[in-house]
């Protein structure tokens, strides 16, 4: 009897110096995620200018821009708690036609895209034709002659051209013409109504 006190005693020693492990619960891998703060569609002008992207992921992240007018700074980073912002610099459009830029953030499984528009440069202006268009330049053209220099009427070859008919109609001031000595091409157009 002495001998089953003994192997009780011994296994009540084993069993209370045992504690129970505790089991940890596995941990939920998080989704990865990517939340645009700003607009996904950004219209700019021409000239230079400088555009702030903001958003937010819990991944590390790259992004990059499918036109070469278009910098990035950053272009990635780890992810963060806070709201991050990618500076986008956007170089002048020098052609006479819009353009689209799309920028592209992948952030592990999940990203986003902003599309930048670029209005075009502005035509240059059509450069004016020296001639006689009108009465009124007609009449601009008689004080130039009276002045001595009529050189803004003249076309590359010295001549002055009539660049449309003319119509004086309802014109009261005309004074006429005193003296000319150059050429005048009427390139059969006409001049009514002049008294």
């Given at each position: 009897m002495k001998k089953l006190i003994y192997v009780f005693a011994a296994m009540a020693a084993?069993?209370?110096?045992?504690?129970?492990?505790?089991?940890?619960?596995?941990?939920?891998?998080?989704?990865?995620?990517?939340?645009?703060?700003?607009?996904a569609e950004v219209s700019v002008v021409a000239q230079a200018s400088t555009e702030y992207i903001k958003?937010?992921?819990?991944?590390?992240?790259?992004?990059?821009?499918?036109?070469?007018?278009?910098?990035?700074?950053?272009?990635?980073?780890?992810g963060a708690e806070a709201v991050q912002t990618v500076v986008v610099s956007i170089a002048a459009n020098e052609v006479t036609e819009d353009r689209t830029a799309t920028i592209t953030f992948v952030?592990?499984?999940?990203?986003?895209?902003?599309?930048?528009?670029?209005?075009?440069?502005?035509?240059?202006?059509?450069?004016?034709?020296?001639?006689?268009?009108?009465?009124e330049s007609f009449k601009a053209f008689a004080a130039a002659v009276a002045a001595g220099d009529y050189s803004a009427?003249?076309?590359e070859s010295g001549e002055v051209d009539i660049l449309n008919n003319i119509d004086f109609s309802g014109v009261t001031d005309w004074a006429g013409i005193e003296s000319f000595d150059g050429?005048?091409?009427?390139h059969d157009r006409y001049i009514k109504n002049l008294i």
């Open positions: 084993i069993l209370s110096s045992c504690k129970k492990e505790e089991v940890k619960p596995t941990p939920t891998p998080t989704e990865d995620s990517f939340t645009l703060k700003s607009s958003f937010e992921t819990n991944h590390s992240w790259t992004v990059s821009a499918d036109a070469p007018w278009i910098s990035l700074n950053p272009e990635k980073a780890e952030a592990g499984k999940a990203g986003g895209k902003v599309t930048i528009k670029q209005a075009a440069k502005e035509k240059d202006p059509e450069p004016e034709i020296p001639g006689i268009k009108d009465a009427f003249k076309n050429i005048i091409n009427g």
